[in-house]
């Protein structure tokens, strides 16, 4: 869209609630839990190649808290022989939408050697566990359920060309050849371990490992990837949010009347079994393009938190998804989170 913007239940116990609302207090001086948090999470190739191809756009609006999640969610947890229940409990809810597009989208014409058009509508609920905490390390999962729709029912066309319309530029002339309608299914899952080691100038250094899987319709693969970080206040945070498939992160964060900063970087590498974006529709005859079984990504931004705001900018280089995909794909993201006090 670059274009465009040139131109302009029984599982959380009530003592362990009481210790993850300990955790989240506003500042030192006083003691004032935190009701959840907001995330606002924009992504966009504008802030990467520039142009309008393959992943357009991202949105994804969640809402964290700590307390019980609903008992479906919990009984899809506790049925997962790998997910640890922890001391601490907390869960997402979120709604998101993703566009993807061609490299020509000025062509009328089904284009087979480009990936298809797709839209993706979305809502998700997810579980994060803390199950390992010492001084110097911490670790988690996260395990979840998407539900959505892929095809016109998601309203990719509506949404890019309504934006295009609004602010006066070009469209993007080939939905008529997007994916159609299915309901899309997945289950998430990340592991994620956090080191911490004591840096200069009153900075500490974080190492963090993760592994992560999706099984569904949608999406189907598995991946293994590592976050370093470098900053004030990295005890305080988790690491800003992603829209899969991504880096793992939650909108958490402890408020602190401290300003709180980081960098990070990191890379991941998946292979990947499905994709529904590029093998087409599950069910029915669909454009599609062969797709490639390894992606890896690249990630690097920064963060700053104060008080009860946390803002994070961020970049993404992602190697090519399919046979004949010309080059790399590059967006950035923006991330907006805040605590709500109750």
Avoid: C
Wanted: no cysteine.
């Amino acid at each position: 869209m670059d274009r465009v913007y040139r131109r302009l239940a029984p599982f959380a116990r009530p003592a362990r609630l009481r210790l993850l609302a300990g955790l989240l207090m506003l500042g030192a001086g006083q003691a004032q839990a935190i009701e959840g948090f907001w995330s606002l999470q924009l992504e966009n190739d504008l802030f990467g190649s520039g142009d309008d191809q393959f992943y357009s756009h991202g949105t994804e609006i969640s809402y964290f808290r700590p307390g019980e999640p609903p008992a479906w969610l919990a009984t899809v947890a506790r049925n997962l022989p790998f997910f640890e229940l922890g001391e601490t409990q907390a869960v997402q809810f979120s709604l998101g939408h993703k566009i993807y597009t061609p490299q020509d989208t000025q062509a009328t014409e089904l284009l087979p050697d480009d990936r298809p058009y797709a839209g993706w509508l979305f809502g998700n609920a997810e579980l994060l566990s803390r199950f390992a905490t010492t001084s110097s390390s911490q670790a988690s999962n996260l395990v979840g359920v998407t539900i959505g729709v892929v095809g016109p029912a998601a309203l990719g066309e509506e949404i890019q060309n309504g934006w295009h319309d609004l602010i006066g530029v070009e469209r993007s002339l080939g939905w008529d050849n997007q994916l159609r309608n299915e309901i899309g299914v997945n289950l998430n899952y990340s592991r994620r371990w956090q080191f911490f080691e004591s840096a200069p100038m009153s900075t500490e250094f974080e190492v963090a490992p993760h592994l992560t899987a999706s099984l569904g319709n949608v999406f189907t693969y598995a991946g293994v990837g590592m976050m370093f970080r470098w900053g004030r206040g990295l005890r305080n945070d988790y690491a800003p949010p992603n829209i899969r498939p991504g880096f793992p992160g939650i909108p958490f964060f402890r408020p602190s009347t401290k300003p709180g900063w980081y960098l990070f970087a990191g890379a991941e590498g998946r292979a990947v079994a499905r994709n529904i974006f590029l093998d087409g529709n599950t069910f029915v005859d669909s454009h599609s393009v062969d797709k490639k079984l390894l992606v890896a990504d690249l990630q690097f931004g920064l963060a700053y938190q104060r008080g009860s705001v946390r803002v994070a900018l961020s970049n993404v280089w992602r190697s090519p998804e399919f046979d004949g995909q010309p080059e790399n794909t590059q967006f950035g993201s923006i991330n907006l989170s805040f605590a709500l006090a109750d």
